[in-house]
């Protein structure tokens, strides 16, 4: 006897049936969500910036808006003058990046490593829903740029910003390998119940969203 037999013959012996047929077929009315998501877009599409801006204020990430990408060196270098940093980055090897002037900083192109401090980044795209940022992995923005800096500076183009996360997904034209999500500086309080910064990414999360990409 096989062991399903002798499952089976238990199951006789208790129940008196030996008439085991599938169930039959029945339907689940599954309630209706309360969210009403096409009205809430539409709140949030008004004002994207704003609610982008406010939430990650409420996650205790920082914000500045700038007129033009060619403001960004100017903007990270009071920022990390501001936080008491040195002048010093890793940047991702994005042109919207490489191609401006770094005179007052010393930046390198490539991969973050653990000696690091501050890394630059342009976002994929912003979800002004929740005040996330959206990275995607590729050559030119390596993964370890968005987590082993203390400092993560971040620029987006106020055009990649959109309402909702059902927005975003429309937008990954080819599966990258990996996509982060990103929602203010890296916090925990698994240990006695404190607040601590850092504990698992960097300490400082800032956002430069850029008007114009000239």
């Not at 903007?75 to 002037?101: C, F, H, M, P």
Request: aromatic share 8%; charged share 20%; with cysteine.
């Amino acid at each position: 006897m096989s062991a399903r037999e002798a499952i089976l013959l238990k199951i006789f012996e208790v129940t008196g049936s030996s008439n085991f047929g599938s169930a039959p077929d029945f339907s689940i009315k599954l309630p209706q969500p309360d969210y009403e998501f096409d009205i809430q877009s539409n709140k949030i599409e008004s004002n994207k910036t704003d609610r982008f801006v406010a939430m990650l204020a409420q996650v205790h990430g920082t914000c500045e808006m700038l007129e033009n990408l060619g403001d960004v060196p100017d903007s990270v270098t009071n920022y990390l003058t501001k936080v008491g940093a040195e002048l010093r980055a890793v940047i991702a090897t994005d042109e919207k990046l490489s191609q401006l002037d770094w005179r007052d900083m010393a930046v390198e192109s490539r991969a973050a490593q653990k000696f690091d401090r501050t890394s630059i980044t342009v976002a994929f795209a912003g979800i002004a829903e929740t005040g996330t940022i959206a990275m995607v992995s590729s050559a030119q923005s390596p993964i370890t740029l968005n987590f082993l800096p203390e400092i993560n500076i971040v620029v987006l183009l106020e055009s990649r910003l959109v309402a909702t996360m059902e927005q975003f997904w429309p937008k990954i034209e080819a599966q990258p390998r990996a996509i982060n999500f990103i929602t203010g500086p890296s916090k925990t309080a698994d240990i006695e119940q404190t607040l601590v910064y850092g504990a698992h990414g960097p300490r400082h999360f800032h956002v430069i969203i850029v008007k114009n990409q000239r």
